[in-house]
């Protein structure tokens, strides 16, 4: 089980860091993903990280993780309105990062990002 917290209403220009609680799954040894959807859009992917990384920086945001909490985070700065979208989290038990979000197995339940301009 995943549960993701830390959206909110920001301001353009401004940071949120979410984070996503992990249970019942022996997490230090999944890859973890952040996906997005806004909207009217698809869900898209943002960041990823493997299961032996503790950090890697996409842009804007930076993920991370914390194997001894079972909590992955996504740091996003200079957020922009654009970035507006319910944020997932994902996990899934075998292979590397990547884009498809059919290929993670579990997924928490979601958290409303809203960036003001």
């Known amino acids: 089980q995943l549960q993701a917290s830390g959206g909110g209403l920001v301001q353009a220009g401004g940071s949120l860091r979410l984070s996503c609680a992990a249970s019942?799954?022996?997490?230090?040894?999944?890859?973890m993903g952040w996906f997005r959807q806004a909207p009217g859009k698809e869900r898209e992917f943002v960041s990823g990280i493997s299961w032996n990384v503790g950090r890697a920086v996409t842009g804007r945001f930076t993920i991370s993780r914390d194997n001894a909490k079972n909590t992955v985070y996504l740091q996003m700065n200079s957020l922009k309105p654009e970035d507006t979208a319910v944020y997932y989290c994902?996990?899934?038990?075998?292979?590397?990062?990547?884009?498809?979000?059919?290929?993670?197995?579990?997924w928490g339940q979601g958290t409303q990002v809203t960036v003001s301009s």
């Open positions: 019942g799954l022996t997490f230090s040894t999944y890859t």
């Open positions: 994902a996990a899934k038990s075998f292979g590397s990062v990547d884009a498809i979000s059919s290929t993670y197995n579990y």
